[in-house]
């Protein structure tokens, strides 16, 4: 795209003057190639940081009619937010294959396939335009190649690609492209009209998709006067209802923008609370750290963080580099603009998010996603005049390096935690890279390493609500539930109006079987998030569990309706249900679980205990059974096991499985206690009295293990023993009615002269 502009325009010739359509596909079918082979390790990456929003708990996903719900995404700043193309193209992800990652990768690398067969198609029309044909014109199949594969697999891209929600970019990027390659396509066709209307189309469609569109109409203007008519006036006279129509299209940004104030729901905009300056002084570094990126693309970070400038004295060095950047653009727009209009595109792909200031990061690399094109298509044509093929095939090896490094850059997104590993190590300053670690380490059940990961967080932002809210929830289910509740009490006394530090310390509570305290946490929990699944679901299980069943069971199924796919919310209104001696419905919706996830043990055990309680030991068995055939290395489930076996009277069957549960778990306090209440019962009292004393060095405290000691002791005719037994289990327990009358008879009979 170098040359001068400024001869007066000669008709264009065929695309076939310069090039076959034998070779322009091999061309295309290359590049497609190319662009699956860098990313085919990319397709089975979890969804990550603002997919969950936006994609996993996106309700407007779920359907694709009526379409205006689904045109109308989720506000509140999301990435979908204020973007119904974006979100239309998640809800036909989401027809095809429900949550299953696999399609939305496809999607996203065939976006990117497409924009770069865009680009490749932009560049070589372009290339043979009258302004550039005698330098470029016999080459233009091999430079805009050439192009198009370094743009495509450069490793910059893979945010703006393996990241799935941030389609917002490359999808943008395609529709961006798009309206520059609809005009340049009419420029020369027999009928551009129809070239005309698509430019248009993927204009408006642009719009609709992410606002970093807002410049597009004024790229095609600059690329009409650069390259096809030679001046404004000229443009405007031979295209001017194209370009009434092109700005047209503002009309949608401007009131998709409109609807939520101006800001995106108060994540972006000149309405935030953010100075503008402030915001700006950001922006010089990351524009210079974009540059270094595209020449030197490592190293490449997810999220870089929040930070600020002082002042412009801290960041005059990175000034001084983009003002002259800018300088030298404004220079070759007058001078030469074909390659002004390089620089012009840079700026204008970025400009949106450099200067409308954002609530949190201020480096992210999927905004050069375009703002790469202009870069590399710069380097391509310079490399092509001073060294011509031989300089291309250079670059097409640079290009097969790159490609490898995206495939490297891709195993970082395989998992959560690799990826949050990732940034913590090449951020270690940035809290939030460590609050997400340990998120995802504590997702994976590895709390032990999720808690310091929090705790540097919170080293890091004291004030991070967060991260010490994951921590509390961390704490809970290690058993370490009263610092979980000086945390929580902590992020409430920083905002009392925080749903999940309310969620969160509900828990807690219910943990400690303090239910009826957890209980107003839940409600406020939902005052404050109205739409806050889990919070339905612990409030819905906390009522059924105290006699409030009916509640119970409301808000359980507000749960499901907010969030259909959720697991614990389907067990517990099965629970709930099954309370209230519905027991149909209570085994549709436990079925119903189990479709979400099958052969999960734990589920089949803890259905068992609901059947258990609600009396039905027949169906209770069945399903203790079930966990431990599907988990038969589980000491909770021989347990279980073993108890139901106890209950229904099967006790030479039971001890087997208690004690099959110590061997998995020595220190296991409830099995020596059972196993010892089933030797009693089965007269071997001797063998049962190891085992009560091994609960009792475990648990001191056990109540319910003296008294049971007691019994067996008095059976063995220890009485003074026992009566010690039974005194100690009440002791603990005051209101203990069976130790009070096992210590009752035991004194009697010490009292009794002997027969």
Request: aromatic content about 8%; charged content about 15%; glycine content about 8%.
């Amino acid at each position: 795209m170098m040359g001068s502009p400024h001869s007066p325009p000669e008709p264009a010739a065929p695309a076939a003057a310069t090039s076959s359509r034998r070779v322009v596909a091999l061309a295309c079918g290359a590049l497609v190639l190319a662009v699956f082979a860098a990313y085919a390790n990319s397709l089975s990456g979890p969804f990550v940081y603002d997919d969950k929003d936006s994609i996993v708990n996106n309700l407007t996903l779920r359907h694709l009619w009526p379409l205006s719900e689904v045109l109308a995404p989720l506000s509140g700043g999301l990435t979908v937010s204020v973007r119904p193309a974006l979100n239309l193209s998640l809800a036909l992800n989401f027809a095809a294959g429900g949550l299953n990652v696999r399609g939305y990768h496809v999607t996203n690398v065939l976006i990117h396939a497409l924009a770069c067969l865009t680009l490749f198609g932009l560049v070589r029309r372009t290339l043979v335009q009258p302004s550039l044909r005698a330098r470029f014109g016999a080459a233009a199949v091999p430079v805009a190649f050439t192009a198009a594969v370094l743009w495509a697999l450069h490793p910059l891209q893979t945010e703006a690609v393996t990241y799935i929600v941030q389609r917002a970019e490359s999808l943008m990027g395609l529709f961006y492209l798009l309206t520059l390659y609809g005009f340049v396509r009419s420029v020369d066709a027999p009928a551009p009209r129809r070239w005309q209307v698509l430019s248009v189309a993927a204009c408006l469609l642009g719009m609709a998709t992410k606002e970093d569109m807002v410049s597009a109409p004024v790229l095609v203007l600059l690329l009409d006067r650069a390259f096809v008519a030679g001046s404004f006036a000229g443009a405007w006279r031979r295209r001017r209802g194209f370009y009434a129509a092109l700005a047209a299209t503002w009309i949608l940004l401007g009131g998709l923008l409109a609807s939520t104030g101006g800001n995106r729901g108060g994540s972006a905009g000149l309405g935030v609370d953010i100075s503008w300056w402030d915001y700006v002084l950001t922006q010089f570094p990351a524009l210079v750290h974009y540059v270094r990126l595209s020449f030197w693309p490592t190293p490449l970070v997810f999220e870089y963080g929040t930070f600020w400038i002082g002042s412009l004295a801290d960041v005059w060095p990175q000034a001084c580099v983009v003002v002259t950047l800018i300088a030298g653009t404004l220079f070759a727009w007058w001078r030469k603009p074909a390659v002004g209009f390089l620089g012009v595109w840079f700026f204008a792909v970025l400009a949106p998010t450099s200067l409308v200031p954002g609530m949190t990061q201020r480096i992210v690399e999927h905004r050069m996603y375009l703002a790469l094109a202009p870069l590399v298509v710069l380097i391509v044509a310079t490399v092509y005049l001073r060294g011509g093929r031989h300089g291309l095939a250079a670059l097409l090896a640079l290009a097969a390096g790159l490609g490898a490094l995206t495939f490297q850059r891709n195993t970082d997104y395989r998992s959560e935690i690799a990826l949050w590993g990732d940034t913590a190590t090449k951020r270690p300053a940035n809290a939030g890279a460590h609050a997400s670690l340990g998120a995802a380490l504590a997702d994976a059940g590895r709390m032990a390493e999720a808690i310091p990961e929090y705790e540097t967080a919170l080293r890091l932002r004291p004030n991070f609500l967060t991260a010490r809210n994951n921590l509390g929830s961390a704490l809970i289910s290690i058993g370490r539930v009263g610092e979980a509740i000086q945390h929580l009490e902590e992020s409430l006394r920083q905002d009392s109006d925080d749903a999940q530090a309310h969620l969160n310390l509900g828990v807690a509570l219910d943990t400690l079987k303090r239910t009826s305290e957890a209980v107003p946490h839940y409600e406020a929990a939902l005052r404050c998030d109205p739409k806050l699944a889990p919070a339905y679901n612990n409030l819905g299980d906390a009522l059924s569990r105290s006699g409030r069943n009916a509640e119970g069971i409301a808000h359980l199924q507000e749960a499901l309706r907010l969030k259909p796919d959720y697991l614990d919310a389907h067990y517990n209104l099965a629970a709930a249900l099954a309370r209230a001696g519905r027991m149909a419905e209570a085994q549709a919706q436990f079925e119903a679980g189990l479709q979400l996830k099958p052969a999960d043990a734990e589920a089949h055990a803890n259905w068992g205990g609901v059947l258990l309680a609600t009396g039905h030991p027949a169906e209770a068995t069945a399903q203790f059974e079930s966990a431990l055939r599907l988990q038969p290395k589980s000491a909770a489930n021989h347990y279980n096991y073993g108890s139901v076996l106890a209950t229904a009277g099967r006790l030479d069957e039971a001890v087997p499985q208690f004690e099959a549960a110590l061997r998995l778990k020595p220190d296991y306090v409830d099995a020596h206690n059972n196993l010892g209440n089933a030797l009693t019962l089965l007269r071997r009292e001797a063998e049962a009295l190891p085992h009560y004393e091994a609960a009792l060095r475990l648990d001191p405290g056990h109540p319910s293990a003296h008294n049971n000691l007691g019994l067996a002791l008095a059976r063995l005719g220890r009485l003074p023993e026992a009566a010690a037994q039974f005194a100690e289990a009440l002791r603990l327990a005051p209101n203990y009615q069976e130790a009070r009358d096992n210590l009752a008879r035991a004194q009697e009979q010490l009292r009794a002269p002997p027969p």
